[in-house]
């Protein structure tokens, strides 16, 4: 096996990790109140529709990444306007995932400094990026055994055992909080799913297997909807709007006569995952900077980009005040439209310039080149 | 953060320069500069409890007007 490259199976589970990591503990949808499972639903499409764009880009153009590909398909010039702001997006998102880590941490370990818990979950990050994409993929594919056996109890004890499901109904009583909920959840955790994008140009099998990929998604989004029916049946929809982790807050409320401190041992699953999402953003943006400014090696950045990771969630979110301010009011609306538009761009360049390279009236300089 | 940064730094110089200046890796090296040079920026900055510098998460502020038309037609606070 050689040392960059994976298979399917391991992009799907790394997927799977991403989108569980970003916002299994929380409920972006949470707006929709009793629908939420509803906006997770409509917001799945939204997840599907950017994955499927980069799996057909990445089919177009077999082992270039899509700022490479952006480049060719819309020239230098635009490419890396829009490289810089896909860039851009990959690093936000790397900052909010540390933030939400850190802050998670914190209640855990309330002693600890947060510039601390940075270093140290950046500084273990690059060492795993040090060692490799082979290296991750394979670590994941560990890992996520251990997840899934934490994921399901976590879901199946509270659901059988504190779950009201009345609290569902009536269904659809306020079809535009389903629809915000849904463009909420939409950006976060599926539209995240575009930082995926660096990883597949490493993908070997994509052409044949890339329905493994699908596979994994869609165990993703039943997890999320099964996430969103608990939290809403067990905090109904006032207290689940209220908490900032209502997961954590639904096993809280699990007590056993004598097994006390559940939600400790849930903990695991959390930092396995969240540790995951800070791991391929980071990898990611350090893949995008490499291809943005056409360097010859990534390894060189692992440490500068990982300080800039490290410090910047300290200023962009001094105050879980400010993050809300962020997190609620504009990077919905900033992380979307970047993460829908950005893909669909290089597609529609991409199937244009398909479509005028099988013309042949087709005199362009370029496309002439390409004939020599 | 200041004096993590610092570590950084030397974990960077300790690992990388060596390669860098042997394969003569100017592009990468103006990079990673840059990338130190900002971020340390900003850890000076927390560590002086000073705000000299503008807080990236301003950019996200010009697409508010946008959300916030949204929300308003949606009927949501």
Do not use: C
């Amino acid at each position: 096996m050689q040392e960059n490259t994976i298979n399917s199976r391991q992009f799907g589970i790394l997927l799977l990790m991403l989108i569980l990591g970003s916002a299994f503990i929380f409920v972006p949808e949470g707006i929709a109140g009793r629908d939420t499972w509803l906006a997770t639903i409509i917001a799945s499409l939204a997840g599907l529709y950017v994955l499927s764009v980069i799996i057909i880009l990445q089919k177009i153009f077999p082992g270039m990444s899509i700022i490479k590909i952006s480049t060719q398909v819309l020239g230098k010039p635009l490419g890396f306007i829009l490289g810089i702001i896909y860039t851009w997006l990959i690093f936000f998102i790397a900052v909010l995932y540390l933030y939400n880590m850190t802050t998670f941490l914190l209640i855990i370990f309330p002693g600890l400094s947060d510039s601390l818990l940075n270093t140290f979950i950046v500084l273990t990050i690059a060492y795993v990026i040090y060692n490799g994409l082979n290296s991750l993929s394979r670590l994941s594919e560990i890992l996520i055994w251990i997840v899934l056996a934490l994921v399901i109890p976590a879901i199946a004890i509270p659901f059988f055992t504190i779950a009201e499901i009345k609290s569902l109904t009536p269904v659809l009583s306020n079809i535009k909080a389903v629809l915000v909920g849904g463009l909420f959840a939409a950006n976060w955790p599926y539209g995240e799913i575009i930082l995926m994008a660096m990883l597949l140009p490493a993908v070997n099998d994509l052409k044949q297997k890339s329905k493994i990929i699908y596979i994994w998604f869609f165990i993703g989004v039943i997890l999320f909807v099964l996430r969103s029916i608990l939290a809403t049946t067990v905090l109904w929809e006032d207290l689940m709007q209220t908490t900032k982790f209502p997961l954590y807050e639904v096993l809280l409320l699990i007590r056993f006569s004598t097994f006390q401190r559940v939600e400790l041992f849930f903990f695991i699953m959390w930092s396995i995952t969240n540790f995951m999402a800070v791991l391929l953003s980071y990898q990611s943006l350090v893949l995008a900077l490499k291809d943005l400014f056409s360097l010859r090696s990534h390894k060189t950045l692992i440490i500068p980009a990982g300080l800039a990771i490290a410090v910047f969630p300290l200023i962009m979110f001094p105050s879980s005040v400010e993050f809300l301010a962020v997190e609620s009011f504009a990077a919905h609306f900033h992380n979307i439209i970047i993460q829908l538009l950005y893909p669909t761009i290089i597609l529609a360049a991409a199937k244009i310039k398909q479509r005028k390279s099988r013309n042949p009236l087709d005199y362009s300089p370029e496309m002439s080149k390409t004939a020599k | 953060m200041f004096w993590f940064s610092i570590l950084f730094m030397l974990i960077f110089v300790i690992l990388e320069i060596k390669h860098i200046w042997q394969e003569k890796m100017i592009k990468e090296l103006a990079v990673s500069l840059f990338l130190l040079l900002i971020s340390f920026a900003y850890a000076l900055e927390l560590y002086l409890n000073t705000h000299f510098l503008p807080n990236p998460n301003r950019i996200l502020f010009f697409i508010k007007p946008i959300g916030d038309i949204f929300m308003k037609i949606m009927g949501m606070k």
